[in-house]
């Protein structure tokens, strides 16, 4: 008995190539790769705060965002010089930019020599996108040229402006 060969016929058109041992291997390759791909994904966008993963902790780096509008009204019109104990006056403006209402706790120091001396504390409540004027009124001691600070939010947000004593005879004028 010889045994009889069949060899297939290739359709018009077609080339003869080599066969593959394991037809399915190529799509397993895909959908490993695809699994990685969106692990990768994942983590990336879990570590930028976007997603959150289910039982993870999440730590958020992001700084936070402004939620205030500080500035002084007419920058031209502040105090440059000061007589020691005598009333200063400048007014500076304060706007809430969420969309509810928030108080926003300032304060006004002198700063000189490395030296910092609070001159005015406060909260100012605002409702939503409502902006209110402010005018700080203090007293400085004697002691030379002053940086005048307002800051509201601890640190966050500040606007200054230098003062300079007058001089003992133009202040008698």
Same mark, same amino acid.
């Given at each position: ?12 058109? #077609?080339?003869?190539? !080599? ?16 699994? +990685? ?10 570590? %930028?705060?976007?997603?959150?993963? !289910?039982?993870?902790?999440? +730590?958020?780096?992001?700084? #936070? ?18 007589? !020691?104990?005598?009333?200063? %006056?400048?007014?500076? &403006? ?13 304060? +006004? ?7 910092? &001396? ?18 700080? &009124?203090? %007293?400085?001691?004697?002691?030379? !040229? ?24 133009? %202040?008698?004028?």
């Amino acid at each position: 008995m010889t045994s009889a060969q069949t060899t297939p016929i290739p359709r018009p058109g #077609s080339r003869p190539g !080599p066969q593959s041992r394991n037809p399915g291997s190529g799509t397993r390759y895909l959908g490993a790769g695809l699994v +990685v791909v969106f692990v990768v994904s994942a983590l990336v966008l879990w570590a %930028a705060g976007v997603l959150s993963l !289910p039982g993870a902790a999440q +730590v958020s780096q992001r700084q #936070s965002e402004t939620t205030a509008q500080l500035y002084f009204d007419s920058p031209a019109g502040l105090p440059t010089a000061y007589r !020691p104990g005598a009333p200063l %006056a400048f007014t500076w &403006t304060l706007g809430n930019q969420t969309d509810s209402g928030r108080g926003y706790p300032f304060t +006004v120091t002198a700063e000189r020599g490395g030296a910092s &001396t609070v001159l005015e504390r406060g909260v100012l409540t605002l409702a939503a996108g409502q902006h209110a004027a402010h005018t700080s &009124t203090v %007293a400085l001691p004697a002691g030379g !040229p002053t940086l005048i600070v307002v800051r509201i939010d601890g640190m966050a947000n500040r606007i200054f402006f230098h003062t300079a004593e007058r001089a003992a005879a133009e %202040a008698a004028h």
